[in-house]
């Protein structure tokens, strides 16, 4: 089924507030095998010119999966979820997610195309302190494959 | 040491990372990131939606590869835009070695304000399994 290209440019209600702690950040680093200290040392971090552990690059998946379902189970939507695959991932950091960051996902429908029968949904989840400073922009293309 | 802007030309190559996922490392990939999508620990399950074999979440694999950048760049604070296309899987055999990872990163653009993109080439196995991955890096 293909998508409604009348979708692109709905957004949803933002999120809940989510607190970055140094822990789970430490956890997804270690996930990561990422050995750098300016993920788990506070002073480290403060060497660098952060105010606390940052976080890595693609950490924000973690707040971007969560916002993202929002879309995906939008009856509206209508996305096919046993099909689906990741097909794209972009981040665009405004600056490093950090410990203590109280974050809102904002999430919006981008782009949708069927393109030989598969349906591509692109979401941008837009991050945010709770105070209105962009942190990360992340954009998710989900590929829901065809069944011809 | 961070590379200053004037050390780096269109080119320049990072050095070559190379990793090893196994099983244990997509559970805890899964756990970290809240990914808990069956196919990236069940092997039933992978094969009944006609994957090969249990595979690594595209998210894991993209956040390996950004590692050659991060330590090249010295702060990973300084990468401020990083995407990729998922080509192919990454099956991770049900064994102690798992599956191996190559990262090969060469700076592709200099652009504006000391920033660069550098392009990465990601394999397993000799397998392309991402496309287009790019990172910009503000440097210096």
């Known amino acids: ?148 | 040491m961070s590379p200053r802007p004037t050390d780096v030309e269109v080119g320049t190559e990072l050095p070559e990372q190379t990793s090893r996922v196994t099983r244990a490392d997509l559970v805890r990939y899964a756990g970290a990131s809240g990914d808990l999508n069956v196919i990236h620990w069940n092997e039933r399950v992978a094969r009944e939606v006609g994957l090969p074999g249990v595979i690594a979440h595209g998210m894991l694999t993209a956040g390996l590869a950004v590692r050659a950048v991060t330590a090249w760049a010295g702060d990973p604070g300084a990468v401020v835009d990083y995407s990729v296309r998922f080509s192919r899987p990454v099956v991770v055999p049900d064994d102690d070695l798992g599956a191996e990872l190559t990262v090969r990163g060469r700076v592709a653009a200099l652009l504006e304000d000391g920033r660069v993109r550098v392009d990465l080439t990601v394999t397993s196995g000799g397998d392309k399994v991402l496309s287009l991955a790019r990172a910009v890096v503000a440097l210096g």
């Not at chain 1, 970055?20 to 680093?29: D, H, L, M, P, S």
């Not at chain 1, 379902?69 to 695959?85: A, I």
């Not at chain 1, 837009?126 to 992340?138: F, H, I, K, S, W």
């Open chain 1, 1 to 148: 089924m293909a998508l409604d290209a009348g979708l692109v440019g709905r957004s949803y209600p933002p999120s809940a507030v989510y607190e970055v702690g140094r822990e789970k950040i430490a956890e997804f680093a270690a996930a990561l095998a990422d050995p750098d200290p300016v993920y788990v040392d506070p002073a480290a971090a403060r060497a660098a010119g952060h105010p606390d552990v940052i976080a890595p690059p693609t950490f924000a998946i973690v707040l971007s999966l969560g916002a993202g379902n929002v879309v995906v189970e939008d009856p509206e939507v209508g996305l096919d979820y046993s099909r689906v695959v990741h097909g794209e991932q972009r981040f665009t950091h405004h600056r490093p997610i950090r410990a203590g960051d109280r974050l809102v996902a904002t999430a919006t429908i981008d782009a949708v195309k069927t393109v030989a029968g598969n349906d591509m949904l692109t979401t941008r989840v837009d991050l945010a302190t709770e105070d209105g400073e962009p942190v990360c922009t992340t954009r998710s293309m989900l590929v829901a494959r065809g069944t011809a």
